[in-house]
């Protein structure tokens, strides 16, 4: 029987979000408890909530949104871990650190930050990746379709102009991101990587489930 593990982090109320960001609200409006027929909630949150997926759209006009993506765009079969150990906040994560990286279709880079996230420190001086990542990865990685992070998102806030360079370069080059993943319980790479995101109409990224599977 395969084994299947959970990549995402449960959101809740209290699931950071990017500059400190404070908009999820989760209401009950109906409870068994106090004589209703069912238990019924109201989420509101961003599109950039938790575990969640970047969408060409986010940084390019024209580019692919979530309802764009098929099926067959969210399937990996060759994917690669690679651990920057150590990282420091505000790190920039360049080709020396990846430097033993193998072609893949879905690369996570794990740091380990997340242990960060019940901090404002995980929002406010996260590790980033240099935007010339994206060209460097492509010669190397033809195959590459999607890449995960451990840390809220692939731009720190110190440094957004470089952020948003990177942000384009990547999505530019239809390298789908997933961001703020839970990588802490991966010890190998998973023979295959489902992510499941909100179909949203239009919309620039969701928030996404992440199954890693090994058989």
Known sequence: ???VIFLSHI????TPLYGGEKSITVKKVK???KGDYCNKTYWSFPAHTGTHIDAPRHFLDKGRTISNLLARDLFFKKICLIE???TKPGYIINEKDLSYIKDCELLFIKTGFEKHRNKALYWKNSPALDDKLAGWLRKICPSLRALGIDFISISSLRDRELGGKAHKAFLGDNILLIEDMKLSSLKGSPDSVIIAPL????????PCTVLGIYN
């Open 11 to 14: 959101i809740n109320e209290w």
């Open 31 to 33: 409870s068994i408890k």
């Open 84 to 86: 920057v150990k150590n």
């Open 1 to 3: 029987m395969n084994k």
């Open 199 to 206: 179909i949203l109409e239009e919309a620039d990224a969701a």
